[in-house]
Every structure is written in structure tokens, then in C-alpha cells.
């Protein structure tokens, strides 16, 4: 640009004028196709969107301009919680014609469950050419949608202590299931009904629970019985429903609760002995115990409890180890009562063991029922007799001082009589 006429401090001026007056024009140029797009037939899905699940945006486009627009972007734009949690790119739609545009467009967008209640705004974005007059311009336009997002309880159930601590294979035990609200709001009328999954029984008479309130934040526990037949991993199912908090919406999910059992020694037992008789006192009653678990059982203490006529005499017995599918003899005495009668009286055999797969000190406990018979009196003798030979030849079998000292005792014995 030449000026003619004026001096070197007016010709500054005027051409800074010039530049502003250039820059001006190129601004406007630009804002004059800004905002040629709108959207048409929004639609947002469901209605109103829930926490935790997706909102889905579906709508047209028009143009508002009667002039072309190319290479034409959208672009959905959004604060926190919506597009960090879930950000969506570029689509390239090309050509948008004037006037109102016939093609779908739809975004699926993923709401957190820990989104709160309240209305959210998504912006669609567009940036595009035009040809115009003064040559190609970049425009944009900004489209707002809105909905509004309903939060939710969410509920979740797992074990309430950890695995594999109180379950072992073979044992009915007791597993306490920890029912949490982990949502926003109150869960409502809530209702958890659980079912056994593959290599576990769930022997529970009451499978469902019913909680009329859980609060947002709040557990609770609910106790169940199971009998897991092999180590491994086994589950529950859990089918829960509930309501939002003015029950104007129900929910629904089926959880999978991944358990954790552990090998465990577990015993059978059966009779290794002779029958006592009415009025026997003192007489032996054997047991043979055998190991059928997976695991050694180590400092095994066995005690023996009886019903009528039966009366204990030498309760208790120690096995200092078992291995799987080893099998030992455990002795017991007992007296049968002169008012007994001949028949199959039951007993039970309790069990308390240590084992590697359990903690540090860990006890383990269970119980085996059996039966003892008793015939008449008298017939015990034979058991009798047998335990007294076994004495005998252990006495035989021992050294010269040990019979003296029997001796002597024997003597000592006759004087005081």
C-alpha cells in the first residue's frame, strides 16, 4: 500500500487503521456462518436416563442457510461426569445440504453410577466449509442437549469374610453373604434370592431375603448353609430385585458370587470290635477311623459320647496324624447299664484336628455318627477275655523287673484283703 501525500507519522496511523479495518472484515466473514447447523427431532433414550446405564441421543440436522456446507464434523463435547467418563471422536458427515437434512445421526453415551441426579448438557459440536464470496471460510456451530440423569441404587452382594477361611470341602457351613448399597438413593423393597451353582449345595430352608430399606452407603448381613463337595472355585447365584426410593422405578441384575474352598481332611467311621453285653463294665468299644478328604490331618483328638445303657468310661483318643485315605483303630471304654437291653444304641464321634491348608493354630472340627451293639449279658466276655489276652502277652513280652514289681504288687494286694 503507497501513500501519497501525508508524512511518515500520519502514513503509521493510517496504515494500522488499515490493518484493524482488514482484520475486522476477516472476523466478520467468518461469524457470518457461524451457527448454520440446528438439530431437529432430538430424542434422548430412556427417559429419564439412569445412572449406571447408557443414554442414547438421536437426531437430524438442518440447515438453516441457503447455501451448502462441506466437510462438515461433529463433535459432542461435555464436562464431567459425561464425555471424561466416556469420550466419544470425530464423525465426518461431508455435504450437508440447505434445509432440513433426512439422516439419522445417533451417539451412545455410558453414565457412570456414580453420576448424581440432575440435568447435564451435551454439546454437538460442528465445523464446516463454506464457499463463499471472498473465497473459503471455516465455520462453526454449537447444538446443546439436555436430559436428565436419575441416579440409582446399586446393590451388590459378596462373602463377607475372606476366602477360602471358613469354607472347606466335604463340611456344611455357614457363610454370611454382605448385602451393600454402593449407589445413590435408597434401595427399596429389596429382595435377594440365592441359588447353589456348580459344585456347591446351598442347604439353607430360607433362600430369599427381603429388605425393606437399604440405605445409601449401608450393608447387610444375611447367614446361609452350603456344602461344598471338592476344593476349587464353585459360586452362588444371587437374583436381586429392588425399587428406587419412591418406588417409581424397579431394577433387576443376577450376580455371580465367586467362592473359594479349600481341601480338608474328613473322616468315615465304622465298627473294629466285638459287641459288649448288659452289665459289661469296662470293655472295649473300636472304631475304625478312615481319612477320605484331601488333606493330613495332624494332633487328631477324638471323643466318644453314648446314650443309654451306654456309658463312657475312657472317652477320649489321639491320633498324632492321618493321611488321605489312611485308615486307624481308636479304642474307647464303656460300662453297659444292668437295665439295658440287646440293640443298635447310637454315638457320636467328635473330631478336632489341625491341618496345612487351614491358618496358623486353626482348629478343626466335625462330628461322625455311629452305632454300638449290645447284646445280651454275658456275651461281651469273648471282647473281655481278648483285651485281657493283649495285656497278658504285652506283660509276657516285657523285662523280668516288670513281672516282680506285678508280683509284689499281687502280694501287697492279698495282705490288705
Known amino acids: 500500500m503507497i501513500i501519497i501525500g501525508v508524512n511518515m507519522k500520519t502514513q503509521t496511523f493510517l496504515l494500522a487503521f488499515a490493518l484493524v479495518a482488514m482484520l475486522a472484515s476477516a472476523?466478520?466473514?467468518?461469524?457470518?456462518?457461524?451457527?448454520?447447523?440446528?438439530?431437529?427431532?432430538?430424542?434422548?433414550?430412556?427417559?429419564?436416563?439412569?445412572?449406571?446405564?447408557n443414554a442414547t441421543i438421536s437426531f437430524q440436522l438442518y440447515n438453516s442457510y441457503d447455501f451448502w456446507l462441506y466437510?462438515?464434523?461433529?463433535?459432542?463435547?461435555?464436562?464431567?461426569?459425561?464425555?471424561?467418563?466416556?469420550?466419544?471422536g470425530d464423525r465426518i458427515i461431508g455435504v450437508v445440504n440447505p434445509g432440513f437434512n433426512s439422516t439419522h445421526y445417533t451417539y451412545k453415551i455410558a453414565i457412570h453410577n456414580t453420576t448424581p441426579s440432575g440435568v447435564y448438557t451435551l454439546g454437538i459440536g460442528a465445523t464446516y466449509t463454506v464457499y463463499a464470496a471472498t473465497g473459503t471460510v471455516v465455520a462453526a456451530s454449537s447444538m446443546p442437549v439436555s436430559f436428565y440423569v436419575q441416579n440409582r441404587p446399586m446393590i451388590k452382594v459378596s462373602p463377607a469374610s475372606p476366602q477360602p477361611s471358613t469354607l472347606y470341602a466335604g463340611y456344611n457351613q455357614t457363610l454370611s453373604l454382605l448385602?451393600?448399597?454402593?449407589?445413590?438413593g435408597d434401595a427399596r423393597n429389596l429382595s435377594v434370592t440365592?441359588?447353589?451353582?456348580?459344585?456347591?449345595?446351598?442347604l439353607s430352608s430360607v433362600t430369599t431375603f427381603f429388605i425393606s430399606n437399604l440405605?445409601?452407603?449401608?450393608?447387610?448381613n444375611e447367614p446361609i448353609t452350603v456344602s461344598a463337595q471338592s476344593s476349587g472355585s464353585p459360586y452362588l447365584l444371587a437374583n436381586i430385585t429392588y425399587y428406587s426410593s419412591k418406588l417409581n422405578q424397579r431394577y433387576s441384575?443376577?450376580?455371580?458370587?465367586?467362592?473359594?474352598v479349600a481341601p480338608s481332611a474328613q473322616f468315615s467311621v465304622s465298627s473294629a470290635g466285638t459287641s459288649p453285653g448288659v452289665s459289661s463294665t469296662d470293655v472295649p468299644v473300636s472304631f475304625k477311623l478312615t481319612n477320605i478328604?484331601?488333606?493330613p490331618a495332624s494332633e487328631l483328638q477324638l471323643n466318644l459320647q453314648t446314650s443309654f445303657p451306654i456309658t463312657p468310661v475312657a472317652s477320649t483318643a489321639y491320633v498324632n496324624a492321618l493321611q488321605p485315605g489312611e485308615s486307624t483303630n481308636v479304642t474307647f471304654l464303656v460300662n453297659i447299664d444292668n437295665n439295658g437291653v440287646p440293640g443298635n444304641y447310637p454315638v457320636t464321634l467328635y473330631e478336632q484336628w489341625k491341618q496345612?491348608?487351614?491358618?496358623?493354630?486353626?482348629?478343626f472340627t466335625g462330628s461322625n455318627n455311629y452305632y454300638v451293639e449290645v447284646g445280651r449279658a454275658g456275651s461281651g466276655t469273648s471282647s473281655i477275655i481278648a483285651y485281657a489276652i493283649v495285656v497278658i502277652v504285652v506283660a509276657v513280652a516285657g523285662s523280668f523287673a516288670y513281672k516282680r514289681f506285678a508280683a509284689k504288687g499281687k502280694k501287697k494286694h492279698d495282705k490288705k484283703a
Do not use: K
Not at 466478520?28 to 429419564?48: E, F, I, M, Q
Not at 463435547?77 to 466416556?86: A, E, F, I, K, M
Open 27 to 53: 472476523a466478520g466473514a467468518t461469524t457470518v456462518y457461524d451457527n448454520a447447523l440446528s438439530l431437529a427431532n432430538v430424542s434422548v433414550s430412556p427417559n429419564p436416563v439412569v445412572a449406571g446405564g
Open 71 to 88: 466437510g462438515t464434523n461433529l463433535q459432542p463435547t461435555g464436562s464431567y461426569p459425561l464425555l471424561n467418563v466416556s469420550p466419544l
Open 179 to 184: 448385602v451393600q448399597n454402593t449407589g445413590y
Open 194 to 202: 440365592v441359588s447353589g451353582g456348580q459344585g456347591l449345595n446351598l
Open 215 to 220: 440405605t445409601q452407603g449401608s450393608t447387610a
Open 253 to 260: 441384575s443376577t450376580q455371580r458370587i465367586n467362592l473359594s
Open 293 to 295: 478328604g484331601t488333606s
Open 356 to 363: 496345612p491348608s487351614g491358618a496358623i493354630n486353626q482348629q
